[in-house]
């Protein structure tokens, strides 16, 4: 088991634009098994590559863990095709410690990307897992879900945000 350090805010490499990944090779399925081991011990939902220093288009996300419905699911150079509905609800991030909030999320979603054996997956996804595709997709494009939140939230997390910052 290999843990990866998961970098937080405000680090800038959070705020760039990930880049296509170009080939499967044995480092990438190296980095994929680090970022599930991770994401495990950190008890999160999913992990995008950004988290953890890597500029590239890459997620994992495991919900089966908490949720009897829930799903395993590594996407490479994902796209959303479509996006259905609108509901808030409340979020996280291992990247953003100690903040929650509500952030508004389609509710069902078209998605594509490459599975490990790059092979193109194209299917839809509602509820929790349309979710986390779509922070963990907004992660890829250097957005955090603390740039979606309301201006009331905004403020109420500002000093929280603050600390954040301080720490570095
Ligand atoms: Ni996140």
Redesign the pocket.
Known sequence: MSLLKITTFPDTILRLKAEDITDIDQELIDLINSMYDTLYEYE?L???AP?ISVSKKLFVIDTKKYYEDGEKLLLINPEIVEKEGSEKLEEG????PDIHCEVKRAIKILFRGYNLDGKLIEREAEGLLARVIQ??FD?LNGI??IDRISTINKHKIAKDLKKLKEKG
Do not use: I, T
């Not at 991030?93 to 953003?96: M, T």
């Open positions: 999160g999913g992990l995008a988290q991030c291992l990247s953003v922070h963990e992660h955090l879900f």
